[in-house]
């Protein structure tokens, strides 16, 4: 069964920095293109981030320039490094692959102060 564990997300000023890691289960997580997910009150989720199976990073417009993707794959783990925080960043964070399965992790809560 797949398993996806996002943490490290909390209460940050504008400005600050936060980063997200997700830990995952399951033997699909090397051949797999994996994404940052958020999700604002009252929006749809969407991708944020996505790196390939070699290392290859895409990202939103939103967030080009200031959130760096990673992964690590002997421990089937991706990252966020997220910098330069704004309020409009405020959501539920998710990881999946990219497309994304049907099964999702908790979230972790990224709140933003102005």
């Known amino acids: 069964q797949v398993q996806l564990v996002e943490s490290g997300g909390g209460l940050v000023q504008a400005g600050g920095s936060l980063r997200l890691s997700c830990a995952t289960s399951?033997?699909?997580?090397?051949?797999?293109?994996m994404g940052w997910y958020r999700q604002a009150p009252g929006k749809q989720r969407v991708l944020v981030a996505r790196?390939?199976?070699?290392?290859?990073?895409n990202y939103a417009d939103s967030v080009k320039g200031r959130f760096t993707i990673s992964r690590d794959n002997t421990k089937n783990t991706v990252y966020l490094q997220m910098n330069s925080l704004k309020p409009e960043d405020t959501a539920v964070y998710y990881c999946n692959t990219v497309p994304p399965r049907e099964t999702w992790g908790q979230g972790t809560q990224v709140t933003v102060s102005s």
């Open positions: 790196i390939s199976s070699g290392g290859s990073t």
């Open positions: 399951g033997s699909f997580f090397e051949i797999n293109a």
